[in-house]
């Protein structure tokens, strides 16, 4: 299986704030890889797809890069709303493994 | 508006079956692969089974294969997954997924206790 590893997993920022999450597969999932924003009790909210497209109604200070291995999701100008866990999945084979996850707080 | 409405969930006891429903609608159901995914109180997202358009290929997650079972029936727009011999370890929130990515629902608990 492809194990998912994100760092940080945690993180303080403030309003305004540009912050990078990162995310290694163990292999190479080519741009296979989904990156998601969960607030308690909802559902996961797709934010990119295929590494870097962004998911319809994002706005656009969330970007994806990275192929292969190594990949990082970006918000550039954190909001209030943006605090929230970050998780990325691979898409390549199954099972569809997830990271264990960065919560992003409030500094 | 796409939706995804996942239903069936309850309390169960160990060894029990429980079978969980996701109904699609705004969209070509029959289009798209679908998922099943969950999330244990205060833990991760966890990838549990996924379907392909027609529903002849199946993945599970080596923690329910040989216990769960997906399938879809795409003439009622309709995702499904039967949970067989169910232990406290299956007790989450389960979510479907379109085109096992897309999340659209509020999930149904499932909870698995003596």
């Known amino acids: 299986d492809i194990q998912m590893t994100q760092s940080p997993s945690s993180l303080s920022a403030s309003i305004g704030d540009r912050v990078t999450i990162a995310c290694r597969a163990s292999?190479?999932?080519?741009?296979?890889l989904a990156w998601f924003q969960q607030k308690p009790g909802k559902a996961p909210k797709l934010l990119i797809y295929?590494?870097?497209h962004l998911h319809t109604g994002v706005p656009s200070r969330f970007s994806g890069s990275g192929s292969g291995t190594d990949f990082t999701l970006t918000i550039s100008g954190l909001q209030p709303e943006d605090f929230a866990i970050y998780y990325c999945?691979?898409?390549?084979?199954?099972?569809?493994?997830f990271g264990q996850g960065t919560r992003l707080e409030i500094k | 508006e796409e939706q995804l409405l996942e239903s069936g969930g309850g309390l169960l006891q160990p060894g029990g079956s429980l079978r969980l429903s996701c109904a699609a609608s705004?969209?070509?159901?029959?289009?798209?692969?679908m998922s099943w995914v969950r999330q244990a109180p205060g833990k991760g997202l966890e990838w549990v089974s996924g379907?392909?358009?027609?529903?002849?290929?199946?993945a599970y997650a080596h923690s329910v294969k040989g216990r769960f079972t997906i399938s879809r029936d795409n003439s009622k727009n309709t995702l499904y997954l039967q949970m067989n011999s169910v232990t406290a370890d299956d007790t989450a929130v389960y979510y479907c997924?379109?085109?096992?990515?897309?999340?659209r629902g509020q999930g149904t608990l499932v909870t698995v206790s003596s």
């Open positions: 999945q691979q898409a390549s084979s199954f099972p569809h493994t």
């Open positions: 292999q190479g999932i080519s741009s296979w």
């Open positions: 295929a590494a870097s």
């Open positions: 705004g969209f070509t159901f029959s289009d798209y692969a």
């Open positions: 379907i392909n358009e027609s529903g002849d290929k199946t």
């Open positions: 997924a379109k085109d096992h990515i897309d999340y």
